[in-house]
Structures are given as C-alpha cells and as structure tokens.
C-alpha cells in the first residue's frame, strides 16, 4: 500500500513564505510523476505542480508560476514544495500525489493520480 505524508503547512502572512514535504518512498521518486494539488473550501481540486521522474522536469499552473517551486530528494525520500510570495488566496488543503502511469507529467487531472496524503493545511492571513 503505497504510503504519502504531508507536513510544513501552517499559518503565514501575505508575502511569506513556507516549505512542504511529502514524505514517500525511493521507488515512488525514481519511477513515477509526482504532483502537488490544493483545495479550498467549497472549490474543486486543483493541480498546482508536477516533477517528471525520469528528468526532474517540472510543470506549474499559472496561478502559482514564478512563486512557487517542486523539488524532490530521491536519497531523502522526499518530494517538496517551495510557496513563496503567499496570497490569500493560496489558502487551502495541500496534498501530494503519484501517478502511477509513468515518469512523465500528463497534467492535472486528479482521476489520473493514484495515490494522495492526508493533506496539509496552509492558510494565508494577516
């Protein structure tokens, strides 16, 4: 059973930043695109970026292009996420995920990832 741990939400201020972690396992890294999405209350589920496995190319929406980042530590076990520059607005659950189709992104579509955390939550507020 495939196992994902979010961790490192909390709250910060608009403009501040945080750092998520997705604890999962080496196998997980090495041979399938992981991707972190986000919901808010009373909306849908949404993709916000993705690391291929195969050559660490990633993939953002634009909501969240140029302030925040996806990085994973294959050795450490761990995909991250880098939020910077926080809005309102970015203030929601955050959870990873794993496609298990392959190494590539294929966008973010929920139905296409097949394994989720807990989620971790993140809210925005001064």
């Known amino acids: 059973q495939m196992q994902l741990a979010e961790s490192g939400g909390g709250l910060v201020q608009p403009g501040g930043s945080l750092k998520l972690s997705c604890a999962t396992s080496p196998f997980t890294l090495k041979y399938y695109a992981m991707a972190w999405f986000r919901q808010a209350p009373g909306k849908e589920r949404e993709g916000v970026a993705c690391i291929a496995s195969n050559d660490g190319s990633t993939y953002y929406a634009d909501s969240v292009k140029g302030r925040f980042s996806i990085s994973r530590d294959v050795a450490g076990n761990t995909l991250y996420l880098h939020l910077n520059n926080l809005k309102p607005e970015d203030t929601a659950t955050y959870y990873c995920?794993?496609?298990?189709?392959?190494?590539?992104?294929?966008?973010?579509?929920?139905?296409?990832?097949?394994?989720w955390g807990q989620g971790t939550q993140v809210t925005v507020s001064s």
């Open positions: 995920a794993t496609d298990e189709e392959g190494p590539l992104c294929r966008g973010f579509l929920p139905l296409r990832y097949d394994y």
